[in-house]
């Protein structure tokens, strides 16, 4: 089992930056889970916005994201980020991290996928 904790949220102009963080306390070895991002906007569904394979080595981003959010890990320090550049109002959600123990293909791209979740950060753009 792991324990996420997000941080680095908050409110920022459009065009701004932010940089969330997800810090893991887990079981077994970090380097084990799939990561991912995800956002909650009020009314909506949980959308997929990054996820990152167990090295590093491979990201996936949706075309709303692509070009301005960044997903990176940090196998030793334990710890998923989110670069988020160029910022929207339509951005503006609660941000969750998720570990997955089984995340492969489609699942990747899907909440079910995931097996554990942090509490969320908010992260609010204004126009």
């Known amino acids: 089992q792991v324990q996420l904790v997000e941080s680095g949220g908050g409110l920022v102009q459009a065009g701004g930056s932010l940089r969330l963080a997800c810090a893991a306390s887990?079981?077994?070895?970090?380097?084990?889970?799939?990561m991912g991002w995800f956002r909650q906007a009020p009314g909506k569904e949980r959308e997929f916005v990054a996820a990152?394979?167990?090295?590093?080595?491979?990201?996936l981003y949706p075309d709303s994201v692509k070009g301005r959010f960044t997903i990176s890990r940090d196998n030793v320090k334990n710890t998923v980020y989110l670069q988020m550049n160029s910022l929207k109002p339509e951005d503006t959600a609660v941000y969750y991290c998720a570990a997955g123990e089984r995340t492969y293909g489609d699942r990747r791209y899907t909440p079910s996928g995931y097996d554990y979740w942090g509490q969320g950060t908010q992260v609010t753009v204004s126009s």
């Open positions: 990152i394979s167990w090295t590093g080595g491979s990201t």
């Open positions: 887990a079981g077994r070895t970090f380097s084990t889970y799939y």
